[in-house]
Nanobody, 126 residues
Framework: QVQLVESGGGLVQAGGSLRLSCAAS????????MAWFRQAPGKEREFVAA???????YYADSVKGRFTISRDGAKDTVYLQMNSLKPEDTAVYYC????????????????????WGQGTQVTVSS
């Protein structure tokens, strides 16, 4: 059974940092594009960051310069380092993976991704 398990969320003050982790099990995603999305109450799920199978990274404008996505192939884990957090970053953060290996580029559309984690809550207080 394929699973993505996020961890690292929590409560932090504005200006603080958190690092989210997404560990895969059941299959390897080392050659697959992966992404982070987030969803705030009453809002649609939105793209945050993605990493291609080649390791190229992409970010939403709202997080560019503050968040960094990376992967550890040996651990089959993807990370999201979040710095200079703002109250508007408060949301449930989800990890997602494309089932197709070696697919080029990235996508900001949730429908593109086949596997999802359960989400981890990030709350930024002002």
């Amino acid at each position: 059974q394929v699973q993505l398990v996020e961890s690292g969320g929590g409560l932090v003050q504005a200006g603080g940092s958190l690092r989210l982790s997404c560990a895969a099990s059941g299959r390897t995603f080392g050659n697959n594009r992966m992404a982070w999305f987030r969803q705030a109450p009453g809002k649609e799920r939105e793209f945050v960051a993605a990493i291609s199978w080649r390791g190229n990274t992409y970010y939403a404008d709202s997080v560019k310069g503050r968040f960094t996505i990376s992967r550890d192939g040996a651990k089959d884990t993807v990370y999201l380092q979040m710095n200079s957090l703002k109250p508007e970053d408060t949301a449930v953060y989800y990890c997602a993976a494309d089932r197709v290996s070696y697919r080029g580029g990235y996508s900001e559309r949730p429908q593109t991704y086949d596997y999802w984690g359960q989400g981890t809550q990030v709350t930024v207080s002002s």
